[in-house]
């Protein structure tokens, strides 16, 4: 009997399966850390992704790719049920042995990374999650393909489809955890309209800031700050279009005001603040009364903020000389 050959379709089909698989596997991953990262933060690490790219992406891929993979499974089982001499494909073997190895391989890299970080006495709980996650899954997923290799899901399908249903449903709750962390599109959209916001305020700060060291005296209206020659025009709100408040209650002190969508997010780049520090009240409350913050509560918020000349001290030629007798 004649040995199938391995045609464009049969090596497309298992090369499409395992690059949606890879794919998969590491996107499962590094939702896994992301969402570790979060439960356990490292003091050692500074930044914090604004606005959760690496989750959103990772979120894409699964819901993309791990439909896929199923699909194109379920066309080399049935290309195999139709043709089981198939089996004997080198593009298969290739595929389940390569999967084979690089699950293998990495238990046992992820092994000897476990044990050299607890001898060095830097085993973390961050870290050991981390570690035992990759562990399971890469473990899984080894057993998964040496039982494909030996053929025991062809002697047991019900089985087959019971791990295909256990995994599908791991990463739909995978996934909507991940909205529970980043929020939905729509609050996400939200979330930066404030950064967008805070944004304005702090270049209108700015803006008012370098009238007063050039003029003396705080601005009457935003208006006054519009200048065409350099390039300056005050901002509006980008999602109302309505103009964000301005007014002075003494010489020094001004307070910019505008109409939030919610509390600052912990992970907002407008604030530069450690995630363990809590909202100030006052800010909640709708009066922040730091000049360093641009923490703000849901609905309308002010900052109230104070020049200090000594700080910002005002050009030479608008300081009035003293007459003289």
Known sequence: MEKPKTGPKDFFLWAGAMVALYVSVFSLLALFFSYIDIAFPDSLSSYVDPYSSSIRFAMASLVVLVPLYFVLIHFIRRDLAREPAKKGLWVRRWALVLTIFVAGATVAIDLITLINTYLGGELTTHFVFKVLIVLLVMSAGLMHFLAELWGYWDVNPRY???????????????????????GTPGQVRLY???DQKVNDLQNIQS???SYWQTEGSLPLSLSSLNDSLNGFSVPTDAQTGASYEYATTSKLIFKLCATFNAQTQPNSPTVSTLLSQPIPVDAIAGENLSADTW???????CFIRTIDPKRYPPNPSTT???ATK
């Open 160 to 182: 087959a489809q019971s791990v295909g249903i256990g995994v599908s449903v791991l990463v739909v709750a995978t996934i909507l955890s991940g909205f529970l962390i980043i």
């Open 192 to 194: 930066r309209f404030d």
């Open 207 to 209: 803006q008012i800031v």
């Open 295 to 301: 923490y703000h509560g849901t609905g309308k918020t």
């Open 320 to 322: 009035r000389p003293t």
